[in-house]
C-alpha cells in the first residue's frame, strides 16, 4: 500500500467520482501507464516503476471521459448470472428448448423428456449431487449436439479427425481448441443459451481449428468466419447480451 499511497493521494485531488473506486497496480514489467476496466466498471491504474506521480495523475485526468464510457458500458455488461434453487417446476434451458424440473423418488439422475411437457427429471438427492446431475446431462447432450453440428461444417472447413469435449471452462472461455489434440472443447453452460449463439461459439473453434495464418483473431481468422458463418458478429453480440444472464451452475436450494 505504501508503494501506492503517494498515486492515489494524487488521484483523490482530480474530483474523481467517489463510486469509480480507483486503484493503482506497479507492474515491474510494463513500459507504459495503463488503465484497466474491470467486469463490474473498476478502475485500475497500471503504472510502470519509477513513473513521477504527477504524471500518472496528468494522464488519468486526461482520460477521464474515457473512463466514463468504458464503466458504463462495462457495467451494462456485468454478469448477472441465473441461480437455480433445485425445486419442481423450476425452468432449465437446453438446446433452445426449455424444461420444468420435476424431482423423483427413482429412476435416472437426470434425464429429458422433450414431449408436450417438456419436463427435466431428477432424482431427488443432496443438492450438490442433483446440481451435477444435471451438468452432466448438458455435458452429454451437449457432445451430441457438438459432434452432429460440427460434421455439417465439415465440407466448408475440410476437418478431419477433429475431436469434440464438453466441460466445465470456467469463467473466461465458452470454447477452446487445441492443436495437439486437434480437440474443440466447449463450455457445458454454452447448452442453456440459443442454438444460435451456441452454434456461433462451434464455427469460431471450427476457424481456429482450420489454423489460419496470422494472429489468433486476426484478418484471416475472421476471413474464414465471413465463410463459415456470414452473420458471426452479430451472434457474437448476441452471446455479450444473453451469455451474462445464463446458468453457470450456481444453486441456492431453499
Known amino acids: ?101 420435476r424431482l423423483t423418488a427413482d429412476g435416472q439422475p437426470a434425464q429429458v423428456d422433450a414431449g408436450t411437457d417438456g419436463l427435466l427429471s431428477v432424482r431427488r438427492a443432496d443438492p450438490e449431487v442433483m446440481r451435477e446431475a444435471i451438468i452432466a446431462l448438458y455435458c452429454t447432450h451437449g457432445l451430441d449436439w457438438a459432434r452432429e453440428h460440427g460434421a455439417k461444417y465439415r465440407h466448408l472447413t475440410g476437418l478431419r479427425g477433429l475431436r469434440y469435449a464438453v466441460r466445465d471452462l470456467g469463467s473466461r472461455h465458452w470454447g477452446i481448441y487445441q492443436k495437439a489434440p486437434h480437440l474443440v472443447t466447449l463450455h457445458w453452460p454454452l447448452f442453456g443459451l440459443s442454438e444460435q449463439v451456441t452454434e456461433y461459439v462451434l464455427v469460431h473453434e471450427l476457424a481456429h481449428a482450420t489454423n489460419p495464418p496470422g494472429t489468433p483473431h486476426g484478418p484471416a481468422w475472421r476471413q474464414r468466419m465471413h465463410h463459415l458463418m456470414p452473420d458471426w458478429q452479430h451472434r457474437k453480440h448476441l452471446l455479450y447480451d444473453l451469455g451474462r444472464h445464463t446458468w453457470m451452475g450456481a444453486c441456492q436450494p431453499r
Open 1 to 101: 500500500m505504501t508503494e501506492t499511497k503517494h498515486y492515489l493521494d494524487a488521484l483523490a485531488h482530480l474530483g474523481l467520482p467517489g463510486d469509480w473506486a480507483i486503484t493503482v497496480d506497479r507492474r515491474p514489467r510494463r513500459r507504459s501507464i495503463g488503465i484497466e476496466i474491470g467486469p463490474a466498471g473498476t478502475v485500475t491504474v497500471l503504472v510502470p516503476p519509477d513513473v513521477p506521480v504527477d504524471r500518472v495523475a496528468h494522464f488519468v485526468a486526461a482520460e477521464r471521459a474515457w473512463i466514463a464510457r468504458n464503466r458504463e458500458r462495462a457495467q451494462q455488461l456485468a454478469p448477472d448470472f441465473a441461480m437455480k434453487t433445485l425445486v419442481d417446476g423450476e425452468t432449465f434451458d437446453l438446446l433452445g428448448k426449455r424444461y420444468h424440473l
